[in-house]
């Protein structure tokens, strides 16, 4: 086989908003029953036309990630927690190894990206991560956690300065697609604040081996929450 020669894969505008959407709430940026932005702001967000969003909509509707409501108080709107945790748990008992596979490689790229946001980190990535935090501190549900913590990450990388690695994240992120934990929700709000507002703090003070070592913490804290086992 010849590596850099690989089958050209034609996707459609929709097939390519579909990706989108669906990846948005796999990372949770999406929440439960949320109201998503209207078609015309939607279509403008994405870079598609009205129409194309429509058939990609009508798509993510008859997959289950979305509902669409008629009438003046209506539109798009994300599944609700239960059925998207539905969707989650077939999606890692579908493959549970693919998902340790994802999850080990957070393991080795976000510690990186932490170190080098320690050391490349702009004054508009600070700004991210500081807002991630303040909305962490904030969130007064498991959903708005998930929320907050994957901003929180995705600004680490991308202050990595590092395009590959802001890239892959994201979709490693993406591609674990966890049923969102049950409990309660103020021990986990803290936990999660703890250990990523010190990593902030590193990062802010460039000190950078500090940095990557409270990435594997905070990687470690997600670990032992995960429906995984470790895979040989």
Not at 44 to 67: K, N
Not at 86 to 111: K, L, T
Not at 177 to 201: I, K
Request: charged fraction near 25%.
């Amino acid at each position: 086989m010849l590596w850099g020669l690989k089958p050209v894969e034609q996707k459609a505008a929709h097939g390519l908003a579909i990706e989108r959407l669906k990846q948005s709430i796999h990372l949770g940026l999406l929440l439960p029953g949320e109201r998503m932005a209207s078609e015309r702001k939607l279509a403008e967000q994405i870079g598609i036309s009205r129409v194309t969003l429509r058939e990609a909509l009508g798509v993510l509707e008859a997959e289950g990630y979305v509902v669409i409501r008629r009438g003046a108080t209506g539109g798009a709107f994300v599944a609700s927690e239960p059925a998207l945790r539905q969707m989650a748990q077939n999606h890692v008992s579908a493959d549970p190894a693919q998902m340790m596979r994802v999850f080990e490689y957070r393991e080795m790229a976000e510690p990186l990206a932490a170190r080098l946001a320690a050391v490349r980190r702009s004054v508009a990535d600070l700004e991210q991560i500081d807002a991630a935090i303040v909305a962490l501190s904030g969130s007064v549900s498991h959903a708005e956690i998930r929320r907050s913590e994957t901003a929180f990450h995705l600004s680490v990388a991308q202050a990595s300065a590092n395009r590959f690695v802001a890239v892959s994240v994201e979709e490693a992120m993406a591609a674990l697609f966890l049923p969102l934990p049950e409990g309660e929700v103020d021990a986990a709000r803290r936990a999660s604040l703890d250990v990523r507002a010190r990593l902030a703090e590193a990062i802010v003070a460039r000190k950078e081996g500090v940095a990557e070592t409270l990435m594997v913490e905070t990687l470690e804290q997600e670990r032992v929450r995960l429906p995984l086992r470790r895979v040989a």
